[in-house]
């Protein structure tokens, strides 16, 4: 493998916004990218993320290989390159270390670094391909606010989707709350448009632990999804350049 | 976690 990233950023910030939620990781490289799916620990989230090898320039991957990576070490290593960096990553076949480089694109400095891997059994999970019911695209920032005062109130939020637009409601013991958006274009800043795409009602509860932990990827996009159906887990997408993506999914809440 | 699902529930495994 040898994938050169222009911006060492994009994968600090992608592995900033998961290392909370899963810890040992398999990275699977094959000839399209670079390819991540966990779970959390109590197997309540997912975590999948795509770096398509159109991210890279140049990609390169011979055979196919898994890297399993401790995201602990990994966010150690990664401190140490600078955002805009240029970001190269090796392996070899059957590797026992995966070798970073991080060049500046000023100077002439360059930083080395190899990742002991370790052996992870890891299960993949189907994802289903699913029309969803209700498709909910807003800014990150906004997703980030409403579960961040939420979480204050509750730990748990009913996400409604209806034709008059999305309702997050929580109760807790001080009281309750809740946030209303309506589809809404803003014609000079496209990025801050709320965009409703529905075909029936749905109504979800989700825990709001989860979401606010999703919400770190927030830097990753201007914008984030949220795809929902009745009785399926919530899916959260921050989509990156290139058709990359960093994709949570979320269990929902059981009801009475 | 109370009345909580697991994501395997929903997505098999492969």
Known sequence: LEARLEQAAMLK???DAIKDLVQDCNFDCNDSGIALQAMDNSHVALVSMMLKSES???FRCDRNIALGINLTSLTKVLRAAQGDDIL???????????????????????????????????????I?????????????????????????????????CTKEGVKFTCTGDIGNGSVSLRQHTNVENDAKSVDISLTEPVALTFSLKYLVNFCKAAG???????CLSNEVPLLVEYGLSNNSYLRFYLAPKIGD | IEGQGSIATFFGKK
Request: hydrophobic fraction near 35%; avoid cysteine; proline fraction near 6%.
């Open chain 1, 13 to 15: 910030r992608v592995v």
């Open chain 1, 56 to 58: 890279f320039s140049p």
């Open chain 1, 88 to 126: 190269t990553l090796k392996a070899e076949d059957a590797p026992d270390v995966v070798n970073l480089t991080f060049e500046s694109p000023e100077s002439d400095r360059l930083s080395e670094y190899d990742i002991k891997l370790m052996d992870i059994d890891q299960e993949h999970l189907g």
């Open chain 1, 128 to 160: 289903p391909d699913t029309e969803y019911a209700a498709t909910i695209t807003l800014p990150s920032s906004e997703f980030s606010r409403i579960t961040r005062d939420l979480s204050a109130l509750s730990e748990s939020v009913a996400i409604e």
């Open chain 1, 220 to 226: 990753l996009s201007d914008r984030v999804r949220l």
